[in-house]
C-alpha cells in the first residue's frame, strides 16, 4: 500500500481557502486517491476521490498533477464546521484488499473566526 | 434511510471484563469493516466481514479479539479479558458491495474505556 505523507496541522480563516497537499510517492497506476474528513467524535466520512488531473463537487476540488506523486485537497471559502481532521488515503478501490482502508495522521485543520 | 448503527455510543469496561460492540449497518448493506482508533492516531483496520463471514481478519490481535456478522441481527465486535490498551473508540463502516472503498460509511463509533 502506498503511504502518504501530509502536514500535521493547519490553521485558516473564516472565507479563506485551505489546501491540504498529500504525498505518495509510491502509489501504484491502479491506485486512486481519497480523502475524508473527521469530526471530533464521530466517523470519518468520505469527501472526494480521484485518480488523475482535476475532481470537483459540492464540497471540495482535488487536484491531481500528471505524476500522481501527490494531491491537493481544496476547500473554498471554509466556516468553523470545517474543523476536522482530513485523511489522504491511496488505494484500489477496485480490489477485495482495497476496501481495507488505511488510515495516516491526518491533517487537522482548526477554522478560526 | 438510517445510517451505520452502534451501540453503546460509550463503553466503560474494568480490567477482565469483557466488551461487547454492536454494529448495524445501512439498510441494504451486507459488508462491515471494524476499525480501531487510539487518540490522535488515525484509524487502524481490523475486520471486514460478510453475512456469516469473515473476509479479512488480518488486522485483529491474534488473542481475545473476535467479530461475527450473523444472518440476522447486527454485527459483534467481543473483546474478551480488557486491558487498558483496549481504551479506544472502535468504528463500524458498511457498504453495499465490495467494489468500490468510497462506499464505505462510517458509524458515530464507540468509545470504550477499560478502567
Known amino acids: ?113 | 434511510n438510517a445510517g451505520v448503527m452502534q451501540n453503546p455510543r460509550h463503553l466503560v469496561r474494568r480490567r477482565g471484563q469483557e466488551a461487547r460492540l454492536r454494529c448495524s449497518p445501512m439498510k441494504g448493506h451486507s459488508h462491515v469493516y471494524w476499525y480501531r482508533q487510539l487518540p490522535e492516531e488515525g484509524l487502524k483496520f481490523m475486520v471486514y466481514l460478510q453475512k456469516e463471514n469473515i473476509i479479512d481478519e488480518s488486522g485483529m490481535p491474534k488473542e481475545r479479539f473476535s467479530a461475527e456478522f450473523p444472518k440476522e441481527g447486527p454485527s459483534i465486535l467481543r473483546i474478551q479479558q480488557v486491558v487498558r490498551g483496549d481504551s479506544a473508540a472502535y468504528f463500524c463502516a458498511s457498504s453495499p458491495d465490495w467494489t468500490r472503498a468510497d462506499t464505505q460509511y462510517f458509524g458515530p463509533g464507540t468509545r470504550l474505556t477499560v478502567l
Open chain 1, 1 to 113: 500500500l502506498a503511504k502518504t505523507t501530509q502536514p500535521i496541522s493547519m490553521d485558516s480563516y473564516e472565507g479563506q481557502e485551505v489546501n491540504i497537499t498529500c504525498s505518495h510517492n509510491n502509489i501504484a497506476t491502479n491506485d486512486y486517491i481519497t480523502w475524508y474528513q473527521q469530526f471530533p467524535s464521530q466517523g470519518p466520512r468520505f469527501i472526494i476521490q480521484g485518480y488523475k488531473t482535476k475532481v470537483t463537487n459540492e464540497v471540495a476540488s482535488l487536484f491531481i498533477p500528471a505524476d500522481r506523486k501527490s494531491s491537493t485537497l481544496s476547500l473554498p471559502r471554509v466556516s468553523l464546521s470545517d474543523t476536522a481532521v482530513y485523511y489522504c488515503l491511496v488505494g484500489d478501490p477496485f480490489k477485495a484488499a482495497g476496501n481495507k482502508l488505511t488510515f495516516g495522521g491526518g491533517t487537522r485543520v482548526l477554522v478560526k473566526p
